[in-house]
């Protein structure tokens, strides 16, 4: 039996109610605050996240899905093209079997016949040319080619910049002529990365179509990431991000601290909106790029004669990135990182001006908070305010929601100053923390219709459409069902009405509606049955 893959889940009814439930809600406190929906692709070259992610976080050092998107069979016409410009006097070319598919990276083979030449030439493409390459061709060269000729001519068509010497040695031992092209002469395969998040990809989008001409930009997604973690309660590789960015030009605001405390007030309005009211809103500053360079600097100090009896993680990031140091969760490091400075301590003026405005607005608006001087979060793009929203009844994997201001970010990509500022709740978790509501939000039948006896599906067939247009939720059952069947049916599915549509009924245009919750069975005439229905929900 096939399974869903390992740290992957089918979400199945009646949960996925709640999980709509959770969108419906957000995508509400969104419309309030003018928040519009952006949808990025779900994969994105891997450089985006390697230069905005970091490369020393673990996501990209070692959670990311990756993969050679190498030109696939289908690209044939790509290299047919290149010979026909290599031998303008051609007479046909011959695809050569489909050996490609074993090969990550293609490698197609043609044969060329060319007008007037004796023997034909046998082709293979190959990004890297490896030994197999050589061997594929030699082989060609042993199946002959019926041409009277007998043996062809051998080429490797290869990047230069990946060719070997030994590879190289060995097509002249063979026999097997090598043509060298540079990146330009041909697409090379390009490493593409399943969103592990999603602001890189918004920011992408804000850089690829100009989005600064709108001023600021409050964008909201929704929607599946993937890290390769070790999977437990609360930690899926496909997991499912609820979030927004806030960004723009500076000349729109996008700076202002005023668009923190908005957004951090935001996520408070919608857990209540949830019914989650014992959620924690962790918040601290970690400085921009002034502040870093003095803090890595006594962080690198301070942690010079202990690292050595820290994990090897830590060990690295004590050279590499010191601030991933706090990332640490082995406990036997947690005394030593508890005695490292803190970024507070380092914080330039406006920073500090900054995170005092955030602070003083959250307290006016009643927004509650805790200082939290730890709290680095585990993504490199984060400047000045950072925060994390927790809630006890998840348990280890407590954290609902992450974000910050990520003011470099857009230039580290290529693009315009765009100051900006976003969060990510994981929604796997917010659901799971929803439990007790699935009831509350699962939509039931309001009424089962149960046709009595031969020819009476169409009758019902008719009626549920008229009900389903006065925007009641109707089940059919079939005329092949006993009464009895069709009671016990509509009970499973906890429809509140089960409707009788027999001959007599049609006739008269009285039906039998039965309450389910009280027992109570009247007639009600055609005309008066949505609305009778309606009045009991
Ligand atoms: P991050 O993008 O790491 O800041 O994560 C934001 C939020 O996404 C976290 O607070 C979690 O709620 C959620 N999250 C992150 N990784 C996972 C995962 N592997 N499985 C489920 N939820 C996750």
Same mark, same amino acid.
């Given at each position: 039996?096939?399974?869903?893959?390992?740290?992957?889940?089918?979400?199945?009814?009646?949960?996925?109610?709640?999980?709509?439930?959770?969108?419906?809600?957000?995508?509400?406190?969104?419309?309030?605050?003018?928040? $519009?929906?952006?949808?990025?692709?779900?994969?994105?070259?891997?450089?985006?996240?390697?230069?905005?992610?970091?490369?020393?976080?673990?996501?990209?050092?070692?959670?990311?899905? +990756?993969?050679?998107?190498?030109? !696939? =069979?289908?690209?044939?016409?790509?290299?047919?093209?290149?010979?026909?410009?290599?031998?303008?006097?051609?007479?046909?070319l011959e695809r050569m079997g489909p050996d490609f598919s074993k090969r990550k990276v293609f490698g197609p083979t043609l044969r060329v016949?060319?007008?007037?030449?004796?023997?034909?030439?046998?082709?293979?493409?190959? %990004?890297?040319?490896?030994?197999?390459?050589? %061997?594929?061709?030699?082989?060609?060269?042993?199946?002959?080619?019926? %041409?009277?000729?007998?043996?062809?001519?051998?080429?490797?068509?290869?990047?230069?910049?990946?060719?070997?010497?030994?590879?190289?040695?060995?097509?002249?031992?063979?026999?097997?002529?090598?043509?060298?092209?540079?990146?330009?002469?041909?697409?090379?395969? $390009?490493?593409?990365?399943?969103?592990?998040?999603? +602001?890189?990809?918004?920011?992408?989008?804000?850089?690829?179509?100009?989005?600064? !001409?709108?001023?600021?930009?409050?964008?909201?997604?929704?929607?599946?990431?993937?890290?390769?973690?070790?999977?437990?309660?609360?930690?899926?590789? $496909?997991?499912?991000?609820?979030?927004?960015?806030?960004?723009?030009?500076?000349?729109?605001?996008?700076?202002? =601290?005023?668009? *923190?405390?908005?957004?951090?007030?935001?996520?408070?309005?919608?857990?209540?909106?949830?019914?989650?009211?014992?959620?924690?809103?962790?918040?601290?500053?970690?400085?921009?790029?002034?502040?870093?360079?003095a803090y890595n600097e006594a962080l690198r100090k301070a942690l010079e004669p202990v690292v050595a009896k820290m994990c090897v993680d830590c060990q690295r990031r004590a050279v590499t990135n010191p601030l991933r140091v706090f990332d640490c969760k082995v406990p036997?490091?947690? =005394?030593?990182?508890?005695?490292?400075?803190?970024?507070?301590?380092?914080?330039?003026?406006?920073?500090?001006?900054?995170?005092? $405005?955030?602070?003083?607005?959250?307290?006016? @608006?009643?927004?509650?908070?805790?200082?939290? *001087?730890?709290?680095?979060?585990?993504?490199?793009?984060?400047?000045?305010?950072?925060?994390?929203?927790?809630?006890?009844?998840?348990?280890?994997?407590?954290?609902?929601?992450?974000?910050?201001?990520?003011?470099?970010?857009?230039?580290?990509?290529?693009?315009?100053?765009?100051?900006?500022?976003?969060?990510?709740?994981?929604?796997?978790?917010?659901?799971?923390?929803?439990?007790?509501?699935?009831?509350?939000?699962?939509?039931?039948?309001?009424?089962?219709?149960?046709?009595?006896?031969?020819?009476?599906?169409?009758?019902?067939?008719?009626?549920?459409?008229?009900?389903?247009?006065?925007?009641?939720? @109707?089940?059919?059952?079939?005329?092949?069902?006993?009464?009895?069947?069709?009671?016990?049916?509509?009970?499973?599915?906890?429809?509140?009405?089960?409707?009788?549509?027999?001959?007599? !009924?049609?006739?008269?245009?009285?039906?039998?509606?039965?309450?389910?919750?009280?027992?109570?069975? @009247?007639?009600?005439?055609?005309?008066?049955?949505?609305?009778?229905?309606?009045?009991?929900?």
């Amino acid at each position: 039996m096939i399974k869903a893959v390992r740290g992957t889940r089918d979400l199945l009814p009646p949960e996925t109610a709640l999980w709509n439930f959770v969108e419906a809600a957000a995508r509400d406190i969104f419309r309030a605050y003018n928040f $519009q929906e952006i949808r990025t692709p779900i994969f994105e070259e891997t450089q985006l996240f390697a230069r905005s992610v970091g490369e020393e976080t673990d996501i990209v050092s070692k959670e990311m899905y +990756t993969w050679e998107d190498g030109t !696939e =069979p289908a690209d044939y016409a790509l290299y047919e093209e290149w010979l026909i410009r290599r031998y303008p006097g051609i007479g046909t070319l011959e695809r050569m079997g489909p050996d490609f598919s074993k090969r990550k990276v293609f490698g197609p083979t043609l044969r060329v016949h060319p007008k007037g030449k004796t023997s034909p030439t046998v082709v293979r493409f190959s %990004h890297r040319a490896t030994f197999q390459d050589v %061997h594929n061709l030699t082989e060609a060269r042993e199946r002959g080619t019926g %041409h009277p000729s007998g043996k062809p001519q051998l080429l490797l068509v290869t990047l230069s910049a990946t060719l070997s010497e030994s590879v190289r040695a060995f097509a002249k031992k063979e026999g097997v002529e090598i043509e060298e092209l540079t990146l330009k002469d041909f697409a090379p395969p $390009q490493s593409l990365t399943l969103r592990p998040e999603n +602001t890189a990809g918004v920011v992408r989008a804000y850089i690829e179509h100009k989005l600064w !001409e709108r001023g600021l930009n409050k964008l909201f997604y929704i929607g599946p990431q993937f890290r390769r973690e070790r999977p437990q309660k609360g930690r899926y590789r $496909q997991f499912y991000q609820i979030g927004a960015e806030v960004i723009g030009p500076p000349s729109a605001g996008s700076e202002s =601290p005023a668009r *923190d405390a908005e957004l951090l007030e935001m996520l408070a309005t919608f857990l209540e909106r949830l019914g989650i009211t014992d959620w924690d809103l962790q918040l601290n500053s970690v400085g921009c790029p002034n502040d870093r360079a003095a803090y890595n600097e006594a962080l690198r100090k301070a942690l010079e004669p202990v690292v050595a009896k820290m994990c090897v993680d830590c060990q690295r990031r004590a050279v590499t990135n010191p601030l991933r140091v706090f990332d640490c969760k082995v406990p036997e490091d947690q =005394p030593i990182i508890e005695t490292l400075p803190r970024i507070s301590q380092y914080l330039d003026e406006p920073c500090r001006k900054h995170f005092a $405005q955030v602070k003083d607005i959250l307290t006016f @608006v009643g927004v509650e908070f805790q200082e939290n *001087d730890r709290l680095v979060r585990g993504l490199d793009y984060y400047t000045r305010t950072a925060f994390e929203f927790t809630h006890g009844a998840l348990g280890a994997q407590n954290a609902i929601l992450g974000g910050g201001r990520y003011d470099g970010l857009s230039e580290a990509l290529g693009g315009p100053q765009a100051p900006g500022i976003g969060f990510a709740i994981g929604e796997d978790r917010l659901v799971m923390s929803l439990k007790e509501t699935a009831d509350a939000v699962q939509h039931k039948p309001d009424v089962y219709i149960a046709p009595l006896g031969d020819g009476m599906n169409r009758e019902a067939a008719r009626l549920a459409r008229e009900l389903r247009r006065r925007d009641l939720i @109707v089940e059919l059952g079939d005329e092949s069902f006993r009464l009895k069947k069709s009671f016990e049916t509509a009970d499973k599915l906890g429809a509140k009405f089960t409707l009788i549509v027999g001959e007599n !009924e049609v006739k008269s245009g009285n039906f039998a509606l039965k309450n389910l919750g009280t027992g109570e069975q @009247v007639s009600v005439p055609r005309s008066e049955l949505a609305q009778k229905i309606q009045s009991s929900r």
